[in-house]
């Protein structure tokens, strides 16, 4: 488990589990410190193919830093992110569960850094499904 912190929003990893099909599949919950509704809009990326996210994990990448590789969330085939979109916000002082999938990175790789805009990396350790 891995937790950060920045901005008053907290994001913690609570699994990453590698699962049958070339994925792993990032779960956690994310709190609200701030001292209004937060919804995510700083986490969706810059690139343009993910502008129709939202308030999303959309912009979330892993980091293998051994295999000197980088691997972009998932989409579906038209460009939504396989992630929680963060529909309506978090209000202050609230937690919401969420998720993000990914390429596996190779098998033997299990510690990868989950980079996630505005926030620190979080090193987390992948689980074998």
């Known amino acids: 488990m891995a937790s950060v912190k920045s901005n008053g929003i907290e994001m913690v990893v609570v699994s990453a589990l590698r699962e049958e099909g070339g994925f792993v599949t990032i779960s956690g919950r994310v ?12 986490w969706i ?9 939202g308030g999303s994990l959309a ?23 396989l992630c929680t979109k963060f529909q309506g916000g978090v209000a202050r002082g609230s937690t919401v569960e969420w998720f993000a999938q990914f390429p596996a990175p190779p098998t033997g790789t299990d510690k990868v850094q989950l980079q996630v805009p505005t926030m620190p990396p979080a090193t987390i350790q992948i689980s074998e499904g």
């Open 59 to 81: 912009g979330a990448s892993l980091m293998d830093g051994d295999g000197k590789k980088r691997y972009m969330i998932l989409r579906d085939t038209e460009g939504r992110c």
């Open 45 to 53: 990326g810059d690139e343009r193919e993910l502008e129709g996210n």
């Open 31 to 42: 709190t609200n410190n701030t001292s209004g509704r937060w919804i995510g809009a700083e």
